[in-house]
């Protein structure tokens, strides 16, 4: 083995971990720098404005939506033969 597929085989998991690193900083930086974009009492004043039909009809379609997508892993699994334990 040449000297450096060793030390890449020695240092992989290191540099994985350092860039995985680097990219949850690096989006961590960017959901702050949207939050200082928003205004929390016009949130609370637009949730407040909203009828509580269109609230329930919004959190009923994060449901379907959350069914639909686990139904797609669900699926996906069955298709690759994977046998989960539960």
């Known amino acids: 083995m040449t000297t450096f597929a060793s030390a890449w085989i ?3 998991p290191v540099a994985v971990v350092a860039i995985a690193l680097i990219v949850a ?3 961590a930086d960017a959901l702050r720098a949207l939050a200082t974009e ?3 009492a016009a949130i609370a004043a637009a949730v407040r404005t ?3 039909r269109d609230l ?3 959190l009923l379609a994060t449901g ?3 069914l639909a997508l686990s ?3 669900w699926s ?3 298709v690759a033969g994977v046998r989960l334990p539960w």
């Open 10 to 12: 020695r240092w992989r």
């Open 25 to 27: 900083l690096l989006g």
């Open 38 to 40: 928003l205004d929390y």
């Open 50 to 52: 909203t009828s509580g």
């Open 56 to 58: 329930g009809a919004a």
């Open 64 to 66: 379907l939506s959350y």
């Open 71 to 73: 139904g797609y892993d």
């Open 76 to 78: 996906a699994l069955r």
